[in-house]
């Protein structure tokens, strides 16, 4: 029988490179693929007493339906993080979501025709990329330096493609490079947006893993018109299998993300926002936080001090300072999937870079996760690829 599926089908295929990934889940494989948060991260013992604590004392209302914008205490207690962060906003301006990946395929639904231009860094989040897709849009890559995504470039495509939907950007430890954007090309990003009045989306999972005392300010700090829309989850400073996060937005725009979610599954989890919230009170979130951090800092140094030794030195990668991920260039011309079929041998695993960048190429470069494996094995896997690399 034949399947009619719908146009869009076509534009979700796997790719090689996720069947090449498959290899890196076989035991005894010390994986810097993929993006999950430390386990060991996680507050196991806490969250049994708060789910006891929150069955005991607010059972039936935990159990039941809620409000699709979502637990009113707990968009409270998002928009005091955010205030303290430098970000004006009411609660009412904030939608709980299934994590921040919600909020993207929202911004895919949302604003998306067949064939309308989204602009984003090269590379870019792959899971971005993925949930746009489904909308099928055209892909237009912005370069990227060491500060960030490159503000002329930025512009010659605003003049270019002046209808674009949406500036997408992951400007803090981004994923997969590990870079954060400077704070003379936020306000410059934010000037452009509300120039051309083309809405910016700041994904930002990674800004409270910030490794060093230097306050940066959010993209949406710099905004006074409500063109940024903001993304946040509790997803790397708490637990992802939780499944929150938050979209922030001025009234008008928030307004049609609590359509997009009505439509597509009425709401989050009710007991689970409430078990959130219910941890900040009987525990101290933000000390919480902080013992996050010291995991992945440790890991960073781990992996980093490791690589400089290990490493050919004409091999450059970027020196994140927060974050989960740093990212690998190799010399022109050297496949990073070549590396990694190699390196699988050895039972080491990363992704190789070229599944970020939505148009394709740059097959040389390739992301590490530090944050997933303990330290000895960050040192022993990084030992091993130096060997594949050295070899090359
Ligand atoms: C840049 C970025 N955005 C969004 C997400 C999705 O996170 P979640 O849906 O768990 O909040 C991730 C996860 O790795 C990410 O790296």
Avoid at 49 to 59: A, D, N, Y
Avoid at 242 to 262: C, D, F, H, N
Wanted: with cysteine; glycine share 8%; aromatic share 10%.
């Amino acid at each position: 029988m034949e399947i009619r599926y719908a146009d869009r089908v076509d534009s979700i295929k796997p790719s090689a490179i996720r069947e090449l990934l498959k290899l890196t889940q076989q035991p005894g494989v010390i994986s810097f693929a993929g993006g999950l948060p430390a386990p060991e991260s996680f507050p196991i013992e806490e969250m049994k007493q708060v789910s006891v604590k929150v069955l005991e004392e607010q059972g039936a209302s935990a159990l039941q339906y809620s409000t699709t914008e979502g637990y009113k205490p707990l968009r409270e207690l998002i928009a005091k993080r955010m205030n303290n962060s430098g970000i004006d906003i009411k609660p009412d301006q904030i939608l709980i979501t299934n994590g921040s990946q919600q909020g993207l395929d929202f911004s895919g639904k949302l604003f998306i025709n067949e064939g309308d231009v989204v602009i984003c860094e090269s590379p870019s989040y792959v899971g971005a990329l993925n949930a746009f897709r489904a909308y099928m849009p055209k892909f237009v890559e912005i370069s990227m330096d060491d500060e960030g995504m490159i503000m002329e470039d930025l512009e010659k495509a605003l003049v270019e493609n002046p209808k674009a939907k949406f500036i997408y950007v992951v400007p803090t430890f981004q994923n997969p490079t590990g870079r954060t954007m400077s704070i003379e090309r936020r306000k410059k990003l934010v000037q452009l947006a509300t120039e051309y009045k083309i809405p910016i989306i700041e994904d930002n999972p990674y800004g409270e893993l910030n490794f060093e005392d230097t306050d940066i300010p959010p993209i949406k700090h710099f905004d006074t018109e409500g063109i940024v829309i903001y993304l946040g989850t509790f997803s790397k400073t708490f637990c992802p299998g939780l499944r929150i996060g938050w979209v922030a937005a001025s009234p008008e725009i928030v307004r049609k993300y609590v359509l997009a979610k009505q439509g597509a599954d009425l709401q989050v989890n009710t007991m689970t926002q409430i078990e959130l919230y219910k941890f900040t009170e009987m525990f101290d979130f933000d000390a919480h936080v902080e013992r996050v951090r010291n995991i992945y800092k440790s890991r960073r140094d781990a992996m980093l001090n490791t690589m400089e030794k290990e490493f050919p030195s004409n091999i450059k990668y970027t020196h994140p300072n927060g974050g989960m991920f740093t990212w690998v260039e190799l010399p022109e011309g050297i496949d990073a999937a070549d590396i990694l079929k190699k390196s699988l041998e050895y039972k080491v695993a990363f992704v190789p870079g070229s599944s970020f960048y939505p148009n394709g190429g740059h097959e040389n470069n390739f992301r590490l996760n530090y944050g997933t494996m303990t330290e000895d094995l960050i040192v022993e896997g990084i030992k091993r690829l130096g060997e594949v690399l050295r070899a090359l």
